[in-house]
């Protein structure tokens, strides 16, 4: 399943390659269309979901009555502490038992993954990360064309990658973000999930916003400070670029941009490059 194309295609079709070197075909497919009657129609093979939370869990139910085997990808705990409490808080507590292995991108996640779910340890399984492996050097020419355009069309500027998903998402409002942290705390309301969960809720609404207080500072700075050097603002796939360049357009020297993906941008020498993470 691919929650957002242009954050995740290429790096799903890179673990596509990878199988079919084994004999496997690949069905790539938005996560959406993923639903219970879909799994009945393929011939068995493998669920390979990038998440552990509770939709995951329904639909590994549903995949597993179809004669499929279950793996998931830990892709959301790329950003995450890896410790147990926090493993627990952002998992569906029943995901383990209808999953035959979860890969994880290093060792710590793995311990962490091991004390969160000591009854898993075996399907607890460090493979690294797709998104991750395309940034390393022997995947350098995937991008190769659009690296060209990109040094073309900028030069050597000033990358700054945001990732304000909740607060400035581009298909819900701030109010929303709250009432979906209350909503999920409350499915395990009157345990320690429930609490950890709200907390990191509420902790993350929090940063986020000073966050993107201190973005903007940032981008003023540097706007200020090199008027003459191009800068590359790229929100994150669920950010809403046309708040970006209403709050953008008076410094000339700063560009918005969502084209493409996101990897060639990364891959092209800036003069300084930002990650603003909530």
Known sequence: PIEIKTREFIARLLTACEVAEHGITSVLAPALAMAPRTFGKLPAGIL???????????KAV????????????DEEGLGWLAEPDIIVAGNDPDIMKVTDAVFVPGARHAEAYKQAFPDSCAKIVVTGNARVDLYKGALKETYSDEIQTLKGRYGRGILVCTNFGGINSSH??????????????NQYRGTKQGLTRLGIGKDA????????M??????????HRFPDVPIILRPHPGE????????????????VT?????????RVRALFTFFIKK
């Open 172 to 185: 819900s409002s701030y109010s929303q973000l709250c009432a979906n942290t209350f909503r999920l705390a």
């Open 240 to 255: 809403s670029s046309d708040y970006w360049k209403a709050e953008l357009r008076p410094m000339r020297n700063i560009v």
């Open 205 to 212: 609404v929090k940063a986020e916003c000073l966050s993107l």
């Open 214 to 223: 201190n973005c903007h500072e940032l981008l003023r700075s540097l706007s």
């Open 62 to 73: 549903s995949a597993r009555r179809a004669g499929h085997l279950i793996a998931s990808v």
């Open 258 to 266: 969502t084209e493409g993906v996101g990897q060639p941008c990364v």
């Open 48 to 58: 390979l979901n990038k998440t552990l939370n509770l939709i995951d869990t329904r």
